[in-house]
């Protein structure tokens, strides 16, 4: 994308976060990655480490008074799971967000840009806001972008599943992702049987099945848990 482009597209960001800065450079700073230019000082990883405090203060407050009957242990849980890189990437999606990234040409792939950089460069955007605004104005903001996920149905579901553990046990290790991929699908149509792999650097890739690929995962992520504790 273009520097020029960029900058006339920022009003259509503003709209999405619903926020509009009063100074326009901060926004720009927030969505220029290190690799646009190469440089070592990066207002962007500046602007992202605020912004993942502020993120994680704006959840924590959340969700202490939500869950209000919830342990030390249990908000803890549901805390690494709203600031995890996973769900940083959701959010990055919904308001399409690599479409505002100004960033190299190495660090496009065929598959987009990595969720580091999505979950990154989001985590600035929140610093940007606040930086620009206030602590009230950047909570408003967080929470409209998170309401979704914290108002879920499934979220016990989605917190208590073995797959949201151990991506949470990987990124605490500065691992990558883990990685699932169908091995085979066996059986008669009406009952087929799902092979999984699942590999995490660092450790042996693991096979698991289930009735469906969903189960298959949820195998495979317990039997890594067990490997990793």
Same mark, same amino acid.
């Given at each position: 994308?273009?520097?020029? /482009? &960029?900058?006339?597209?920022?009003?259509?960001?503003?709209? +999405?976060?619903?926020?509009?800065?009063?100074?326009?450079s901060i926004?720009? /700073?927030?969505?220029?990655?290190?690799?646009?230019?190469?440089?070592?000082?990066?207002?962007?990883?500046?602007?992202?480490?605020l912004g993942?405090?502020?993120?994680?203060?704006?959840? $924590?407050?959340? %969700?202490?008074? /939500?869950?209000?009957?919830?342990?030390?242990?249990?908000?803890?849980?549901? &805390?690494?799971?709203?600031?995890?890189?996973?769900?940083?990437?959701?959010?990055?999606?919904? %308001?399409?967000?690599?479409?505002?990234?100004?960033?190299?040409?190495?660090?496009?792939?065929?598959?987009?840009?990595?969720?580091?950089?999505?979950?990154?460069? @989001?985590?600035?955007?929140?610093?940007?806001?606040?930086?620009?605004?206030?602590?009230?104005?950047?909570?408003?903001?967080?929470?409209?972008?998170?309401?979704?996920?914290?108002?879920? +149905?499934?979220?016990?579901?989605?917190?208590?599943?073995?797959?949201?553990? @151990?991506?949470?046990?990987?990124?605490?290790?500065?691992?990558?992702?883990?990685?699932?991929?169908?091995? $085979?699908?066996?059986?008669?149509?009406?009952?087929?049987?799902?092979?999984?792999?699942?590999? %995490?650097?660092?450790?042996?890739?693991i096979q698991?099945?289930?009735?469906?690929?969903?189960?298959?995962?949820?195998?495979?992520?317990?039997?890594?848990? /067990? @490997?990793?504790?």
């Amino acid at each position: 994308m273009s520097f020029k /482009k &960029h900058i006339k597209g920022l009003d259509a960001l503003e709209k +999405k976060i619903g926020y509009s800065f009063r100074d326009k450079s901060i926004l720009t /700073k927030s969505l220029t990655h290190p690799s646009f230019d190469n440089n070592k000082f990066s207002n962007m990883e500046r602007l992202e480490f605020l912004g993942d405090r502020v993120l994680g203060l704006v959840i $924590s407050e959340a %969700i202490f008074l /939500k869950f209000n009957s919830f342990n030390e242990g249990s908000l803890s849980r549901y &805390h690494n799971y709203f600031v995890q890189r996973s769900t940083c990437v959701l959010v990055a999606k919904k %308001i399409n967000l690599s479409d505002f990234i100004i960033f190299g040409k190495s660090e496009f792939s065929k598959d987009g840009l990595k969720d580091s950089i999505l979950s990154n460069i @989001l985590e600035a955007l929140i610093g940007a806001v606040f930086v620009d605004s206030s602590y009230e104005i950047t909570q408003k903001m967080v929470l409209n972008l998170w309401n979704d996920l914290i108002n879920d +149905k499934l979220l016990d579901q989605n917190i208590l599943n073995p797959k949201s553990e @151990l991506q949470e046990i990987s990124l605490a290790l500065k691992k990558d992702l883990p990685d699932y991929k169908i091995v $085979s699908v066996d059986g008669k149509d009406h009952n087929p049987e799902f092979t999984v792999s699942l590999s %995490i650097n660092g450790y042996e890739s693991i096979q698991a099945k289930g009735k469906t690929k969903q189960d298959a995962e949820k195998n495979a992520a317990t039997k890594m848990l /067990k @490997l990793i504790k």
